[in-house]
């Protein structure tokens, strides 16, 4: 069957769409969008979803799993995505309802495993999506609010296999914070290889995903080396 592979954070600017992005990518996953805000990952993959009146997703999810799953968007170069749309801010979807119908649509999926992006925060989407993952991946950057947060998410998670991913690492990570994070993950989850602090990611308008770009520089061939390491450790997880 195909995996769930849910990405979930319980703040925003940790780098969770970015790597629901690249885990897409890297594992030939179709991406499904749960993240209605503005900079999500189907602006990143080159969609205006306010510029058309049609939502699939939403669709979708109120037909139910009985109905006809949502058909991916495929582009050379990028992950296969099912694409968000600002409606499902409004939605009244509940979440067993959004499990269930994630669940249908792996069914349906010719591929090993299907990635989730969601929106930060407690939401109904969110945690149908936890409910359905086979394997929740958790990015959280080295701060001490981040890790105040991650704390509680560890803690709400605590039936699910856990995968955590260091984010926006920088070169010489402050020992107490890395200590704190290991403190935090011991015994409760798989530490992920962390990814660094690619400032210039935030200024780049990109839609070829980094693991998949053709003739890559330097700084873009490290950056997507980070992604796919963190890839091989969710598909250990997924196998554990």
């Known amino acids: 069957m195909t995996a769930i592979i849910t990405v979930a954070a319980a703040k925003g600017g940790v780098g969770k769409t970015t790597l629901a992005y690249e885990l897409a990518a890297a594992l030939a996953a179709p991406l499904v ?30 037909a139910g799993p009985a109905g006809r799953p949502p058909r991916p968007r495929r582009r050379p170069n990028q992950p296969p995505l099912i694409p968000s749309h600002p409606d499902l801010s409004a939605s009244r979807i509940d979440a067993d309802l959004v499990a269930d119908c994630l669940q249908a649509w792996a069914e349906s999926q010719q591929a090993p495993c299907m990635v989730i992006d969601t929106h930060p ?21 080295l701060g001490m609010r981040e890790l105040a947060a991650l704390e509680q998410n560890l803690t709400e998670l605590a039936a699910h296999r856990v995968v955590l991913v260091p984010t926006m690492v920088p070169p010489v990570p402050p020992k107490r914070l890395v200590d704190r994070l290991a403190a935090l993950a011991a015994g409760r989850c798989t530490v992920a290889p962390p990814v660094s602090e690619h ?16 003739n890559p520089g330097e700084r873009v ?4 080396s ?3 390491a963190v890839a091989d450790a969710v598909q250990e997880a997924l196998h554990a």
Do not use: H, I
């Open 121 to 141: 925060g407690a939401n109904a989407l969110t945690d149908g999506a936890l409910a359905a993952a086979d394997v929740v991946v958790v990015p959280t950057a």
């Open 199 to 214: 400032r210039w990611l935030r200024r780049r308008l990109r839609r070829s995903a980094l693991v998949l770009q053709p």
């Open 221 to 224: 061939r490290l950056a997507a």
């Open 33 to 62: 969008d749960l993240d209605w805000d503005a900079g999500g990952a189907t602006r990143m993959w080159g969609l205006d979803p306010t510029a058309s009146s049609r939502a699939p997703l939403l669709d979708a999810l109120e």
């Open 226 to 228: 980070e992604y796919r």
